[in-house]
């Protein structure tokens, strides 16, 4: 299973970015689907994460701003980032947890100056 991320790069404060997320290989039973970040000197921290019934969950950090979203037949998720803060750099890593497995994606870099 290989998780491709995109969508990352350098933003002003304000603005947005849209991250996705897509799953290939053999994949029987995605039952979550999440967005981690990891900023520099920090642990890795849950963003959003979204299961296979569509129920969501946000970091206190992001609620109201980001909106986390799942594309199933094409085992896809997304990471809508509006209002971003200079706070929200990081290296965002998707990640995809199956019945028996745990895979993770490259990490795509985010940037937002002031």
């Known amino acids: 299973v290989q998780l491709v991320e995109s969508g990352g790069g350098l933003v002003q404060a304000g603005g947005s970015l849209r991250l996705s997320c897509a799953a290939s290989?053999?994949?029987?039973?995605?039952?979550?689907l999440g967005w981690y970040r990891q900023a520099a000197g920090k642990q890795r921290e849950l963003v959003a994460h979204?299961?296979?019934?569509?129920?969501?969950n946000y970091a206190d950090s992001v609620k109201g701003r980001f909106t986390i979203s799942r594309d199933n037949a094409k085992n896809t998720v997304y990471l809508q980032m509006n209002s971003l803060k200079p706070e929200d750099t990081a290296v965002y890593y998707c990640?995809?947890?199956?019945?028996?497995?745990?895979?993770w994606g490259q990490g795509t870099q985010v940037t937002v100056s002031s």
């Open positions: 290989g053999s994949i029987f039973s995605i039952n979550v």
């Open positions: 979204i299961t296979r019934s569509g129920s969501t």
């Open positions: 990640r995809l947890i199956a019945t028996s497995e745990d895979y």
